[in-house]
């Protein structure tokens, strides 16, 4: 049995502001997408990646993907069209994988920088029998719960949350694969809206019931958003790693 990725980069990077799609877009030269794709392939513990990307595109990707494999590696890889949510995008990777993974890894392609040793973490945890388990950081702000904004949009504080039980979560998130897929199954009347679909995949199985376990993320791990995420990226790929 082994072990796969699902990179999702079927966004449109609206945020982001770019005229083309976000996994497409190219820091220090090299699109986002294919940074992602080689940070996993260097784990060493996968054996394909399904990416997803937007369905108008898939031909502009299929072409970083010279002979279906990750530029510059052996590592197989596999485009095929995403959905109108991460969601959606995400059950259509995990519909591609071939039948001898059994475990799951669920990346973000916008989550460029993310170092192997957090991947090899989080694939090591399920293989240890944890069945969902996210990487995350502890958050530096206070959080405040608001209910509906009055006229002038100023909303009012309902709580404050505790913030050393707060983490704020990142990708990979890995799965056992049967796990991921029940998931999935489960909250598909949600993958068409973006204002019900899961953002990400951990909370799908958290609505199964089931326990999804955090282990400790990265800084480089952060998600390109916006411009100034774009430009924070640019700064630490001159820090060593
Ligand atoms: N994603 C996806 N399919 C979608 C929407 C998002 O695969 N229908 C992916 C994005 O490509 C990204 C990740 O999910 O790698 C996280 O999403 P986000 O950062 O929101 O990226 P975008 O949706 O592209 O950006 P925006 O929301 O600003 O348009
Ligand atoms: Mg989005």
Known sequence: MTTAAVLTAAGSGTRLGHRLPKGLVELAGVPLVVRAARGLERAGCLSAVVVTVPPHEVAGFRALFVGGRVPGTRLPAVVVPGGA????????????????????????????????????????????????????LPVSDTVKQVGAPDASGAEPVRATLDRAVLRAVQTPQGFDRELLEAAHAAGASRAGDETLAATDDAGLVEALGETVWVVPGHERAMKITTPRDLALARLLLDEPA
């Open 85 to 136: 949510t991460r969601q959606a995008s995400v059950a259509a990777g995990v519909a591609a994988l071939d039948d001898d993974v059994d475990v799951v890894l669920v990346h973000d392609a916008a989550r460029c920088l993310t170092p192997s040793e957090l991947v090899r973490r989080v694939e090591a945890a399920v293989r240890e029998g944890h069945r969902a388990v996210v990487p995350a």
